[in-house]
């Protein structure tokens, strides 16, 4: 009998799999299929889980297809017939073991799942530094009523409709912040590592259906990244970590922003060198920078990133949102369909290319 095992009960509650949904898949699911559900918790934080229990592997022993958060490499080991295996995590990095890189087991995240909450996010950070509320906050936090600094000659206040905003990763958080910023008003330039995709041209405004095209310049390659870098007031990270980008935005491309350029970094702490960061805030070279990710979390106490008046700081939060089940359900009953009928890799959504790590 063919089986899927369902492994997805996240420890936290908001994250927590509604009763619903594996109802959903169980209806999807042919007639002498057989769903596993699993109700231990298990952490779909970061990449998700590093190691599954014995019954989980127990379970994958007989089956086709699992869901789960995150692939250690002693899941595809227990489990032989696995033909498609999905992390309802958008990073890959821990499941790209030598055993996954390995096994022809076809692989799917949920990379664009996040997207959503992730680009409001930075649409908050950078109104948080576009409309000075950070001075506000520093004033609140005073007990004083200081609108002295809103009305010097060079108060750090602008326009979000009158700024170009630059995206270093333009897959689907990058696509969901370009959404949203140029339907502000914003200019846009994106850099991504291939040819534009065809969802690229596929950009409708949040607001009702104007093309944005004429707003949101892709760019590639080395040169494409040297534009974004250098005429961008706000820049905005949301590459995958790969071992190309690991390190990416160090003193030299800091060196390369406009003064008074905002940084917000909602991918992952390891792509940014944070002592070069740390330098660029600390002299005033850079406006502000909204941080959700860090090289190590939690991020220490004494760091000095706690404590920099132009830095926002979330604990690695951006892609919490109480939608998320409605989106990654729709999405894996997507996919089931196209295992199930046997469709074509080129159909199927979310496929993870191992050796590019993304």
Known sequence: MPRAVLDMMDRRPIWAMPEWVPFAIRDALPSGWELIVIDEHTDGSGDGAARVSPRVLDAVSEAEVYFGYGVPA???????????????????????????????VIFTNSAGIHAPPMAETVLGMLLHFCRGLDLAVQGQSR?????????VAGAPLSELSESTVGI??????????????ASLGARVIAVRRGAPAEADAELTSVLGGEKLGARIEILTGDAGLDRVYRESDALIVAAPDTPETRGMIDGKALGRMKPGAVLINVARGRLVDEAALIEALSEGRLRGAGLDVFSHEPLPAGHPLWTLPNVMLTPHVSAVTRRFWGRETSL??????????????VEWENVVDKRAGY
């Open 332 to 345: 894996i009953l997507r996919n089931l369909t196209r295992h199930l009928s046997a469709a074509p890799l």
């Open 74 to 104: 002693e899941l595809l080991d227990s489990g032989p017939r696995l033909r498609w295996v999905h992390s309802g995590a958008a990073g890959v990095g821990g499941s790209l073991t030598p055993t996954m890189l390995e096994s022809p």
């Open 143 to 151: 007990g004083e009523w200081s609108s002295a600094e809103y009305y």
């Open 168 to 181: 270093v990763g333009f897959g689907g958080i990058g696509r969901e912040i370009a959404r949203r910023v």
